[in-house]
């Protein structure tokens, strides 16, 4: 292998996402010593260094110190030569690790050398080529990445269906070249057999691209080629992930229905993956949809899927699919929780659904899930605004039973209630409870109960008058 200079060097911009000796805290004090002597050494000086420490470093050895060496070539390269002359021939693996460490750093004349001295070594395999097609692809030279493969049975490598999956990955991990990989599919798919996987590489990259049009056209196409299969279903989850991406959930939901006729129905993986999706677009209507297909054919959704779709469901004041979706949870094994309740509950309270409210209140405790505190606050206030101060007291009562905190909004929800309805002597004793209880009352609320006492009366003024003075000297 040819030398390299490193100062001379213009990293890849995938070579920071390998760690130097320094960023290691696993590496062992052997490698970290021959590391020091790479970085702190002259160039010319590096040999002697090494020889001096006395070391004969095994295969396992040169492999750990190559990999904290992408950052420094020059000096790996004067390593690897190093430790192939103390006695033992190098292991496979440490010659991929420096022909990576070469292509990382673009240094691609030295990479071809090291893949010629491999083949004399009789130690190349399909491990180095895929090395080399990231190496490329992640630097734009992607017609050599593809001329890297033609050339691989020069070597003695077959040019089989992994080295074209390969490669295609290579090239689909970078932005916006899923094109270029159908380009080089087409060159090779009447000469080399290809699989599932390689269908699944490239409806990948669809994905990432959000080609609903593309993505389609190359699953039908896996489809002819190689059949349908429950192998596949990674395939085919990707495949509606990207219908269900590009706002296709009727489209998705009619290839649903091929696949369950073919025996090929994906698991709840899928949906799960949908439904983020689904949430992100704030599409309701299609995660609905896409939920009964789902629960139509069998499958039962875990309790995080369930809250996740009644939360969207609520967020959208659709507030019969979420109590629809409540009521069959049981029969599917799965029981709400206190999440469940609080999101249908408070759904309730901000469509002023009074009688709804208080009869969903009472349900909630019967089955030992309780409200939050400002569910609490808010169902006070809008039960006092629907005119049903009872099922509003109860609230409060529940609340303060079972120390429910902070208690504080309730509270001053619960005045202010009573003032607007007039029940001033109602209001009065709750209020000494609520001082009694070391809570605040606000001042805005104050400046409200004394606007509508005065405006009462006299009696109704005293009343607040009194519970005026004990309020300014809690």
């Avoid at 896996?222 to 990707?238: C, E, H, L, R």
């Avoid at 091929?258 to 993956?273: E, W, Y």
């Avoid at 089955?367 to 409060?396: K, R, V």
Wanted: negative net charge; glycine residues 6%; hydrophobic residues 40%.
């Amino acid at each position: 292998m040819e030398d390299t200079n490193a100062a001379t060097l213009k990293p890849g911009r995938l070579l920071q996402q390998f760690p130097s000796h320094v960023d290691s805290t696993d590496i062992t004090l052997t490698a970290r010593t021959l590391c020091e002597i790479l970085t702190r050494s002259s160039p010319t000086a590096i040999e002697t260094a090494l020889s001096s420490t006395g070391i004969s470093p095994p295969t396992d050895l040169v492999c750990e110190v190559l990999k904290y060496c992408y950052h420094y070539p020059s000096s790996a390269v004067k390593f690897f030569r190093w430790a192939g002359q103390q006695g033992s021939k190098h292991s496979t693996p440490a010659w991929n690790l420096m022909v990576d460490l070469l292509g990382k750093n673009q240094l691609f004349d030295p990479m071809w050398d090291a893949v010629r001295s491999m083949k004399q070594e009789g130690v190349l395999s399909i491990t180095t080529f895929v090395s080399i097609f990231g190496s490329y692809c992640n630097v734009g030279r992607f017609e050599e990445a593809v001329m890297s493969f033609n050339v691989m049975d020069r070597y003695g490598v077959e040019k089989d269906v992994i080295a074209v999956n390969s490669l295609l990955s290579a090239i689909c991990n970078e932005d916006n070249q899923t094109a270029r990989a159908v380009e080089f599919f087409e060159q090779v798919k009447a000469k080399i057999p290809v699989d599932g996987d390689t269908f699944a590489i490239l409806l990948e990259g669809w994905e990432k691209e959000g080609n609903v049009a593309e993505a389609t056209r190359t699953f039908g196409e896996m489809v002819i080629s190689v059949g349908w299969s429950p192998q596949n279903k990674s395939a085919y989850d990707t495949f509606l992930n990207t219908l269900v991406s590009g706002s296709q959930v009727d489209e998705a939901i009619k290839f649903l229905q091929l696949m369950k006729k073919n025996n090929c129905f994906p698991g709840l993986r899928f949906f799960s993956t949908a439904l983020v999706i689904l949430i992100k677009q704030n599409n309701p209507r299609n995660a609905i949809a896409l939920w009964d297909t789902m629960v139509g054919n069998g499958l039962v959704p875990n309790l995080t899927m369930y809250n996740t779709m009644i939360g969207l469901l609520c967020d959208n004041d659709d507030l019969d699919n979420a109590i629809r979706l409540l009521d069959q949870m049981p029969f599917n094994g799965v029981f709400a929780d206190s999440l469940t309740y609080n999101m249908i509950f408070k759904c309730l309270i901000k469509s002023k659904k009074v009688r709804e409210v208080s009869n969903f209140f009472r349900e909630m405790i019967k089955n030992e899930w309780q409200p939050t505190h400002s569910n609490c606050a808010m169902a006070i206030s809008m039960l006092f605004q629907g005119y049903d101060p009872e099922a509003a007291i109860e609230i409060w009562n529940y609340a303060t039973e079972n120390n429910i905190t902070p208690l504080d909004a309730s509270a001053n929800a619960l005045l202010l209630g009573l003032c607007n309805l007039g029940r001033f002597s109602d209001l009065r004793r709750y209020a000494d409870e609520v001082l009694d209880r070391r809570l605040s009352i606000y001042e805005s609320t104050m400046e409200d109960l004394k606007k509508t006492s005065y405006k009462e009366g006299r009696a109704a003024r005293d009343k607040f008058d009194s519970l005026s003075r004990r309020w300014k000297a809690r």
